[in-house]
T-cell receptor
Framework: DAGVIQSPRHEVTEMGQEVTLRCKPI?????LFWYRQTMMRGLELLIY????????DSGMPEDRFSAKMPNASFSTLKIQPSEPRDSAVYFC????????????FGPGTRLLVL | QKEVEQNSGPLSVPEGAIASLNCTYS??????FFWYRQYSGKSPELIMF????GDKEDGRFTAQLNKASQYVSLLIRDSQPSDSATYLC???????????FGAGTRLFVKA
């Protein structure tokens, strides 16, 4: 299995631009998670989906952030407009069941907003 | 109070020693507990999970859970320089879905 795939791996953009991060979970996994990691705040859960349905988006920082999962093999996290404080590593993870099970993380997207 | 607390370290141990990493959590209804290892610049990877009170051993790693004290720990025996990484404690709440991560403990194993 290829594991969780994320793109792009690195993104540099200017403040105010739209940023779209992409994730392909492991085939057969029915839960997908988006995390943000910074030195100051550590690893934060932004949103998670189960069977393509958003279950909890309470971690999404504000309305500038949105996430979609149109099908079982693809999810996006969009930031519009982006701000310098959004600079972080964004991880996507997937797991096989609703809970309890191991989450497999993708390689992450390093985002720098200038 | 943070939901999952860890000592940020760094924790430095000599090669061959036992490294002890600790974690406390605030949600008494938490059901499952995980230890992830994260090398610098890489993504977290699961080392162990534990659901029941007591010890769980896997090779050089032992996870210990004490739900009454809301405490979970990870012991690494015969520590190796390759164990040098940040170790993240993660807890699933009573609802099961949402995983809360601690800030991580940085471990250095000196050769």
């Amino acid at each position: 299995d290829a594991g969780v795939i994320q793109s792009p791996r690195h993104e540099v953009t200017e403040m105010g631009q739209e940023v779209t991060l992409r994730c392909k979970p492991i085939s057969g996994h029915n839960s997908l998670f988006w995390y943000r990691q910074t030195m100051m705040r550590g690893l934060e859960l932004l949103i998670y989906f189960n069977n393509n349905v958003p279950i909890d988006d309470s971690g999404m920082p504000e309305d500038r952030f949105s996430a979609k999962m149109p099908n079982a093999s693809f999810s996006t996290l969009k930031i519009q407009p982006s701000e310098p404080r959004d600079s972080a590593v964004y991880f996507c993870a997937s797991s096989q069941t609703d809970s309890q099970e191991t989450q497999y993380f993708g390689p992450g997207t390093r985002l720098l907003v200038l | 109070q943070k939901e999952v607390e860890q000592n940020s370290g760094p924790l430095s141990v000599p090669e061959g020693a036992i490294a002890s990493l600790n974690c406390t959590y605030s949600d008494r209804g938490s059901q499952s507990f995980f230890w992830y290892r994260q090398y610098s610049g890489k993504s977290p990877e699961l080392i162990m999970f534990i659901y029941s009170n007591g010890d769980k051993e896997d090779g050089r790693f032992t996870a210990q859970l004490n739900k009454a004290s809301q405490y979970v720990s990870l012991l690494i025996r015969d520590s190796q320089p390759s164990d040098s990484a940040t170790y993240l404690c993660a807890v699933n709440g009573a609802g099961g879905f949402k995983t809360i991560f601690g800030a991580g403990t940085r471990l250095f194993v000196k050769a």
